[in-house]
């Protein structure tokens, strides 16, 4: 090798050394022959769907409760911290996932605006939305508790805001979902070692068969949520 081309090699390498070096120091992703290595540490972790979902979902529950006793106090910290889940939550989607996205996006406009002006039903309507489009993205991350717990759970919510604002009437759809879903998780809670849970929900179920008040409605929904809330802790053990 003639003086001119050692030289040469020289630089090289000189190059190749301190790209290696940046990259060790600042993480910077290098392009050798055409091939992308993106840096490992900006890699989500498999976790990260399960737990910026249960950021979501549980600010949504606390702001659900605060509104329903006319508790603003920091209700918008909740929401900052709900939209920035949101937000990461964009970027490991599935394509399966697009269309409860773009729902709870419109959602979460709809809650803050609520949130902002203290518009205690609207805000509650939106917060139980949110909750059950952050378990249906949950169910594609294939979460552990099924589906149907954050159903009736919802269901029971709105029989709580319904009981306030219509009329015996125009409960009953929901009562019938709330219905359906039930029977449907009936199953799996009892394979889960809750026995005393399905007859608990049996026993409010029929009780709904006799309700003629929007009180006893609004009672029976209340006791509905308690349980969606123990049952769902069943599939967190």
Known sequence: MNKKSSVHVHRISEVVAILLLTAFVFGSSICF???????VANSPTPSAPANEL???IGNARDI???SKINHWKHLDKKVSSLMRAEQTISGIMHDKDIPYYKNLMGVTTDLERA???QDRIASMK????????????AETHNAATPINVAVIGYC?????ILSETESVFDLSDTVTKLHLSWQQLIPQVTAHGGIKEVKKFADIMKRFEVA??????GRLAAAVVDQAE????????
């Open 33 to 39: 022959a055409g091939q992308f290595r993106p840096p």
């Open 64 to 66: 659900y409760e605060k």
């Open 156 to 160: 029971g919510r709105k029989l709580e």
């Open 230 to 237: 123990i049952i769902e802790k069943l599939f967190k053990k």
């Open 115 to 117: 949130v902002a002006v």
């Open 212 to 217: 003629k008040t929007p009180e006893e409605y």
């Open 126 to 137: 939106s917060a139980n939305k949110i909750m059950l489009l952050g378990a249906r993205l």
């Open 54 to 56: 249960e950021t979501l």
